[in-house]
Structure formats: structure tokens, C-alpha cells
């Protein structure tokens, strides 16, 4: 082997066109390592005493949160920074550091600032979890061993950035989550209060998914695309609403698939299994054999 042969192959223009990313000088680079950090601390400052240092005091729990905030607004700004920055390409005239800066440090402090909330909705997901498993002895098993929060404390911090512009990083975040525990939610779904995923492995919910409050979904849910528009030359047409809306108290059973920009009515139970590609009304039960066992809206004798 010639290795001046192959880095010379390597470092062409042809080799490099779709898989090089060239960056501004002085600028951060996005880092998975990074974010997994940040997680680590948004989950300590949300659930202190679950995650990371578990002595946790009530007389030193603001201690706490104030060193574990402070250490979130370091890390959380070099990364939106660094999601700024990365479609910037190093011929853009238009690019300003100093502008990307502070914008940088106004998103950051806005998304910290909405941390009371994520929390006040991750309680309302804890108890939806409690609440829809017979098994589940506590909030705290609930906390401690439950893919869907972690999941969903992922999501829901990675919608707030992504509410903000921030390119790449509310993806990143997700995807970190995806990773741990088999449950990918893109950034960009709007998700309601007191919403949970039993066992959770392999379930998909789209960039364009809007749910309500009071849903549950199980494993293996997909709730995607039916087809992709084509431009003119052939490609994909973005940024269009291509996923399921489902409103209020509707549950999905495992396995399920719905596809396309389609309403799963307000309280309508979808059965395991079943291809849903049409709009359902409300209150609807779509079984799979077409006939209600003993138990089946309980999350029995599926």
C-alpha cells in the first residue's frame, strides 16, 4: 500500500464534495461528547437526585441547581454557537462572529429560562407513565428506569432549542436519545402534556407530527410519511407537513403505523398491528380482527 497514493486520492475536491465540512476559523465544532454532558446535567437539574449526584439535600438544593446551572449556560452556549455556525460555510462574506455570539448567549439564556417549565411538563409525562402501568410501584421507578423519560427529556429540551433556530445540535440531542433507548423523536414533533411510550423500543414520530395531550403510544409505533413529493428535478420537496396529528387521549397500540398528514380523532383507540393511512373520527376503535376483546381498551388481551 502506497499511503501517499491514498491520501492524495482522499484529499481530492471529488473524494471530499460530499462528506467535508469546512468551518470558520475560531469557531466550535458541534460535539456529541459535549451534548451527552449536557443531558447528563439537564437530567440532574430536572430530577435531582435521580440522575448524577444523588445526596441531595433540601437545604443545599439550590446550591446544587445554581453550580449545575451555571455549568449547563457554559456548555449549552458553545454548542448552540457551534449549530450556528455549522451551515456557515468559510467564502460567506455575511457571516458576523460577533453577531453569532451574542445570539448565541440570548438563546441560551432563553431556553434555560424555560427549564421550570420542561420540568412542570416532564412531571405531567411522569405521572402519564405511572399512571399506565399497572406494574410501575412509583414516580421514582418511574424516573429512574423508564426509557420514555429519558427520551422525552431529551425531546423536550431539544424542541425548546429548535423553537430558537438552533440548527443540527436540537437533532444531536435527539438522537443521543435514540441511541440510549430505542425511541426516535425528531426535534420538530409538537408534543402535549402528560404523553407516554410504554416500554417504548422502535418507535418513530416524525418532524411534522403534532400530539395532544393525554396520549399513549407502545412499541414499535410508527407514526410517519406516506410518500415524499417530488420537485421538478426529482427531489424531495422539504419543510411540508408530511405526518399524523393526533389529538387528545387517543392511545396506539404496538406496532401500529400511521402514515401521512392524517387526524386520529379526538379519543380513538388504535388496535396493534393495525396500517392506518386515513383520517379517523373521533372516538374510533380500529381493531385489527374488528372485534372488541375482554379488556382490550385496557391494555389487555392485545
Known sequence: MKINDVVKELSSDESLEKVFHQVHA?????????????VTITREILFPGY??????MTDSIAFHLGVNIEKLYRLLKKQVMAGLCFGITPCDDNFCIEETKKR????????IAKLPEIRKILATDVEAAFNGDPAATSYGEIIACYPVIRTLSNYRLAHELHLQGVPLIPRMITELAHSETG????????????????HGTGVVIGATCIIGNNVKLYQGVTLGALSFPLDKDGNPIKGIARHPILE??????????I??????????????NKWVTESVATGSK???????QNGFENGNGI
Open 286 to 292: 380500529i381493531y385489527k380482527n374488528l372485534k372488541i
Open 51 to 56: 440522575f448524577g449526584q444523588s445526596k441531595v
Open 183 to 198: 425511541i426516535d423523536i425528531h426535534p420538530e414533533a409538537e408534543i402535549g402534556h402528560h404523553f407516554t411510550i410504554d
Open 248 to 257: 387528545d387521549n387517543v392511545i396506539v397500540y404496538s406496532n401500529a403505523t
Open 259 to 272: 402514515l401521512g398528514r392524517i387526524t386520529i380523532g379526538k379519543g380513538s383507540v388504535i388496535g396493534a
Open 104 to 111: 448565541a448567549v440570548a438563546i441560551t439564556e432563553e431556553v
Open 26 to 38: 475560531g469557531v466550535p465544532l458541534p460535539s456529541n461528547d459535549a451534548l451527552r454532558e449536557i
